[in-house]
């Protein structure tokens, strides 16, 4: 082994408990997240069984569905993709690793605090804001606490030049702790006034799950798609025009065209959104460049095929939200199902695979153990893209027929919200794809999580059974 | 880029201008708003709202009521109605000078408008920009009648009757917890309190949806409800369910304290009155 | 680089566009409404019907708590108005002095004494309001009199110099 490989392995190493906690309880809350996102879709399906119990309503249902995916997935997976390829790409081991798992646990522990607030009644009543204050505030200061260290590990790096993904990356650990104080001090804390609470936690969600998952994802992609290609990111230029672009454009949107705020918002906010075209069609001429005509790794269905699909999907995603914010589209789309399938292709379809790509690559790495069941990757792959494809797909489309049909004031409301049974149903469907392939991604992680605490075990009981040597024993 | 601090001020910097532009603008415009007057009166706007209606606030937030309504009306845009309000004198002169407004300078008419000046207060032309209606305004004066301009907001929520003008920050001043929505899988209700003001239809509709609203895709809400045994005499509160809805013999359905809070918010919702950043003209229903 | 150059060919049109559609930051500048003066050229001018809905309003806000939504009065709280000779009489001084001054002791409305005071529930509002709710009482519910104008109010009020409820002996002795 050469001695730049043993560097690596103990890097790798390193990283190795963060890992598998924030994984494995990202796992564990995507299979949570998935089982009450198909809940909330069955309230569609059969109303009538559902209204004996607070829980098992939508507005209860939908809200934990979305925060599970976004708190309990999305930032600790791409926290610790965070902090492996700050390692890796600075080549100086995580130190101290205690505080990360601490800090992981408690970031786990604020999840399920806020989802059963949810479930309590404790809800705050906004959108990705739900968390009680109990909550919130486990979650900010376990991610100060791990953001802190992916920053010191940052900043002790021996290799001094800076990669995209690192501008990338380092952006995004900012971001958050000022969004998310922000938005829990102005609207659950203190609250302001009036309609400056709508527009506050519309800055937020924007900020957090287009800005945020937009930077980590693209982040890691940036990191993986020229190591699995075989060549370097194409090109440096774009890729800090695509970062500066997506960073200043993106972060000045979120206010929804003719919402109840004086008109400067929403123009400014429309804008913004359409300027968005820019950073995109960088990203995407990087994605190009960078994978096609590369002489790298094949695509087996493995991390390079869902890091490009997740590339892919976010291009698309971008597109559809500056999709809504055209003046006409946008009016069509507003308060449909448009949305949520914009959304949700950001989350799962873009961020949530990304990060399986990634996981899937890092995990055996920083454990030593090979994946249990390595063939149902490709199925889980697989599952997870016909799933997003069925869910978003419906949806998009039920959007825009639900749109039209409620900006025509012929037709009756009641006829809108039964033209989009039949497109709730096939959602439905794809919820139930993407629920599989979640079972088998969190199946492979919880095998590999029990191999490693087996293999503790064993090293335990071997230091324990063998021989003493001869010095040691008193005579 | 090749330092770490150099990405720190330039992001930093970006986020700074996030922030003022969505955080600190909107706080210093909106953040101290007080009471508006209403249009043409001395009215201000709003009333704060009575307190069983304010927990019933929090009762609208904690079901996560607003995932499936919304509660902001929008206006595509302003039109204008003129209206008769007398012919005046010379009947005939008003009735040709319309038939000439219609003829020579195009003034459009709804299709069911013939060109008969049938009797004041009369619509004379519909939905029409603000030049036609100075235009017709002053042709019809000088022919003696007495006309006025309406202003009427346009819109498909206006036109379904969602409410009379689109919402504004005016009307959640008082709202501690501010439930705007973003899916419209239920109506809106920016104006429910004026458009469905029958605290007993609430009642029903939250307890069975599909008992006033045909094929509702609402979940019934039956733990706001108590199904009790009718004691000696049946509760004045009890609902009046339709058949197929019915509790078992003998029982009877009685609102719990937090429904009838919910009902209570439900019917505060008002969005029509007029106010300055919201013009429209208020018109009476003729009572019969 | 051509990306530059769209970035920048975007950005202006980005700003032509929060030109026309801004408001330019103004508060009170909403979506439909493109700029102030759009805004200011469509504020309603109260005519006619503007004051029967404010009239409405206002009824249905003090008056009708007691004479009830539909002017149909409630018994033991206060008489009706559908049909009253005090508020279809062709003069409105005597109904005009009701609300300002209040009643005290019985009085006849529709063959029925009423002896239930009245306080100067219209003392604290606005002339143009008063003129409102009562030519809105004067035309809705089948009574068809004439209009009361915010002047009319003003001369009723300056004509009354220390208002204390009125008894029925007073409000006769005043001119229709």
């Known amino acids: 082994m050469t001695v730049n490989e043993t560097q690596t392995d103990k890097i790798d190493a390193s990283c190795r408990v963060p890992l598998l906690v924030l994984f494995g309880g990202a796992a564990l809350w995507l299979v949570v997240g998935s089982l009450l996102a198909l809940a909330a879709s069955l309230t569609f399906h059969m109303p009538d069984k559902f209204g004996d119990c607070p829980w098992g309503t939508y507005g209860h249902l939908q809200p934990a569905a979305d925060d599970a995916l976004l708190y309990g997935f999305c930032i600790p997976a791409g926290l610790g993709v965070a902090l492996w390829i700050f390692a890796r790409l600075g080549q100086v081991p995580l130190r101290g690793a205690l505080v990360p798992v601490i800090a992981a646990h408690l970031w786990h522990v604020g999840v399920l605090v806020g989802l059963v607030g949810i479930f309590v009644g404790d809800s705050t009543g906004f959108q990705w804001l739900e968390f009680p204050r109990g909550g919130s505030a486990l979650l900010f200061f376990a991610y100060l606490l791990i953001g802190l260290w992916a920053l010191m590990n940052f900043s002790g790096r021996r290799e001094v030049g800076m990669f995209p993904s690192h501008w990338f990356l380092v952006a995004a650990l900012f971001l958050f702790p ?95 959104s359409l300027m968005l075209v820019v950073p995109v069609i960088a ?24 890091v490009k699909f997740g590339y892919v999907a976010f291009i698309l995603s971008a597109l559809l939200l500056i999709a809504q914010s055209c003046p006409v589209i946008g009016r069509l789309t507003q308060f449909t199902w448009f949305g949520t399938a914009q959304t949700q292709l950001q989350l799962y379809g873009f961020f949530a695979i990304t990060m399986f790509g990634a996981i899937y690559h890092i995990l055996p790495r920083a454990v030593g153990i090979e994946f249990a069941f390595p063939k149902l990757i490709r199925v889980q792959h697989w599952l997870a893209m016909l799933g997003v494809f069925i869910l978003v797909a419906s949806l ?62 064993k090293s335990v009981f071997a230091f324990v059974i063998s021989p003493l040597n001869k010095t040691e024993v008193k005579a | 880029m090749k330092n770490g601090f150099v990405i720190f001020l330039a992001a930093f910097a970006m986020m700074f201008t996030s922030w003022s532009a969505f955080v600190l603008g909107p706080q210093l415009q909106l953040g101290r708003e007080k009471q508006v007057p209403v249009l043409n009166s001395t009215e201000v706007y709003p009333r704060s709202r009575p307190g069983e209606a304010n927990q019933g606030l929090q009762i609208y ?59 004041s207060p009369e619509i004379l032309l519909h939905n029409v920009s603000k030049e036609i ?81 045909k094929d509702s895709l609402m979940p019934p809400f039956r733990y706001l409800f108590e199904t009790r045994k009718i004691g000696d005499a049946p509760s004045p509160d009890a609902l009046n369910l339709p058949s197929g809805f019915t509790p078992p013999a003998g029982c009877e359905v009685v609102p719990t304290p937090e429904a009838k809070k919910l009902v209570a918010y439900l019917l505060s919702l008002h969005a029509d009155v007029p106010l300055y950043d919201a013009p429209f003209t208020p018109v009476v229903v003729a009572k019969p | ?102 009643i005290n002791g019985p009085i006849t409305v529709g063959g029925k004494s009423w002896n239930l005071g009245m306080a100067a529930m219209g003392a604290a509002l606005s ?17 068809k009199a004439g209009e009361v104008t915010a002047d009319d109010i003003k001369a009723v009020r300056a004509s009354m110099s220390r208002p204390q409820p009125m008894s029925l002996d007073q409000l006769m002795a005043l001119p229709e």
């Open chain 1, 178 to 272: 000022w969004i998310y104080s922000t938005a829990n001090i102005l609207i659950v804390g203190w609250p302001v006034r009036g309609v400056v609470q709508a527009v506050i936690a519309w800055w937020f969600g924007n900020n957090l799950v287009f800005v945020w998952t937009s930077l980590v994802g693209l982040g890691t992609a940036f990191y993986f798609l020229p190591k699995f290609s075989g060549r370097p990111l194409q090109t440096y230029f774009y890729a800090l025009f695509a970062f500066w672009t997506l960073l200043f454009f993106g972060s000045m949107r979120g206010v929804p065209a003719g919402a109840p705020v004086p008109a400067w918002l929403p123009t400014l906010s429309s804008l913004n």
């Open chain 3, 127 to 143: 002339d143009a309001d008063l003129a409102a709710v009562l030519t809105y009482i004067r035309s809705s519910w089948g009574n």
């Open chain 1, 283 to 306: 990203i995407a001429i990087i994605g190009w460049k960078t994978v096609v005509g590369a002489a790298g790794q094949e695509c087996k269905g493995g991390s390079f095929c869902m």
């Open chain 2, 133 to 213: 209606a100075e235009a017709a305004s002053d042709k019809i004066t000088a022919a003696g009648g007495k006309v006025e301009i309406h202003i009427v907001a346009v819109g498909p929520d206006i036109a379904r009757g969602w409410g009379l003008r689109h919402s504004v920050a005016e009307d959640f001043l008082y709202d501690n917890v501010v439930q705007l929505g973003s899916l419209r899988i239920g109506p809106d209700l920016a104006d429910v309190g004026a458009r469905l003001a029958d605290a007993n239809w609430q009642l029903l509709h939250l307890y069975a949806p599909k008992s006033v609203v």
């Open chain 2, 61 to 119: 937030r904690v079901n996560g009521c607003a995932a499936c309504h919304t509660e902001q009306v929008q206006q595509d845009g302003v039109a204008c109605d003129l209206v008769l309000t007398s012919v005046g004198k010379n009947e005939a002169a008003v009735r040709n000078a319309f038939e000439d407004g219609v003829k020579q300078n195009n003034w459009p008419l709804t299709p069911s408008q013939d060109l008969q000046v049938k009797g």
């Open chain 3, 1 to 102: 680089m051509w990306i530059l150059v769209l970035t920048l060919t975007l950005l202006f049109l980005g700003a032509v566009y929060f030109d026309r559609h801004s408001g330019w930051f103004d508060k009170q500048v909403y979506s439909p409404y493109a700029n102030a003066v759009m805004l200011d050229s469509y504020q309603p001018k109260s005519g006619a019907s503007a004051a029967a809905a404010q009239g409405k309003r206002v009824y249905e806000q003090i008056c009708g708590v007691c004479h009830g939504v539909d002017g149909l009065g409630k018994p033991g709280q206060a008489p009706p108005l559908a049909g009253s000779d005090w508020v279809i009489a062709k003069g409105h001084n005597r109904l005009a002095h009701i609300p300002l001054a209040g």
């Open chain 1, 396 to 457: 998009a489309v039920g959007g825009v027929e639900q749109g039209m049909k409620l900006n025509n004031p012929a037709v009756a409301f009641a006829d809108s919200t039964k033209a989009m049974l039949m497109f709730l149903r096939v959602s439905t469907t794809g919820l139930l794809f993407i629920l599989l392939a979640n079972l088998l991604f969190a199946l492979n992680i919880f095998v590999m999580i029990l191999a490693w605490k087996w293999s503790l075990v």
